[in-house]
């Protein structure tokens, strides 16, 4: 089965700073997702990408961008953070068959 | 737009009572649904479901799809405390392989004992 990691569980930054959220999968799905995670709002898809160096935006890719420089890994960049991007950040591959998701197990960034 | 609702937003049962949560949807290429629990953190798989009518089971849980109706149901039986997660509804669609599943917003169960 393949592992999607999330470098970070908790993380606390500040109003303005550059945060990076990193995944990684151990084996080699093209397809990879950024989603973040408010109660009533739901998965809200920000970035995702098909493979190196491509990259889509989702559904709501303001205020951030995404790195996809090895098929591995794909970084979630918060260019000058602020509190209203305080959620919970979900990273997901996609498997190749069945076309369901593999997701990680998340990073609650708070912004202060 | 492709659109996933699922019903009721949030629920709150003893145990041992049976549920039912509901996932519709309105997608152009349906190609399957999917359901899964998130307790604190990731979700984590429980079906896919492909064909109409093909009930999917998993000890105490079940999901059946309507593709004329064009619906889902998960049904948890002599629920537990354990069973107490948000459960995801999603679609997956095209054939393409590169688009992402379309969520609904979850239904939030809560399990007393």
């Known amino acids: 089965d393949v592992k999607v990691t999330q470098s970070s569980r908790y993380l606390v930054k500040r109003t303005g700073e550059k945060v990076f959220l990193e995944c990684v999968q151990d084996?080699?799905?093209?397809?990879m997702f950024w989603y973040r995670q408010d109660p009533g709002l739901g998965l809200r898809l920000i970035y995702f990408s098909y493979d190196v160096k491509m990259k889509e935006k989702g559904d709501i890719p303001e205020g951030y961008s995404v790195s996809r420089e090895k098929k591995e890994r794909f970084s979630l960049i918060l260019e000058s953070a602020s509190t209203n991007q305080t959620s919970m950040y979900l990273c997901?591959?996609?498997?190749?068959?069945?076309?369901?998701?593999?997701f990680g197990s998340g990073t609650r960034l708070t912004v202060v | 737009e492709d659109k996933v609702v699922q019903s009721p937003l949030s629920l709150v049962v003893h145990e041992g009572d049976t549920v039912t949560l509901n996932c519709s949807y309105e997608?152009?290429?349906?190609?399957?649904l999917l359901w899964y629990k998130q307790e604190k953190k990731a979700p984590t798989f429980l079906f896919m479901l492909t064909s109409s009518g093909i009930e999917k089971k998993s000890g105490r849980l079940s999901s059946i799809l309507d593709k004329k109706e064009l619906f889902s149901i998960l049904n948890i039986t002599a629920t537990q405390t354990g069973d107490s997660a948000v459960y995801l509804c999603?679609?997956?669609?095209?054939?393409?392989?590169?688009?992402?599943?379309?969520f609904g917003k979850g239904t939030r169960l809560s399990v007393i004992a």
């Open positions: 997608v152009t290429n349906f190609r399957s």
């Open positions: 999603a679609v997956c669609v095209s054939n393409s392989g590169n688009t992402p599943l379309v």
């Open positions: 997901a591959i996609q498997e190749t068959s069945p076309l369901g998701y593999t």
């Open positions: 084996m080699d799905h093209e397809n």
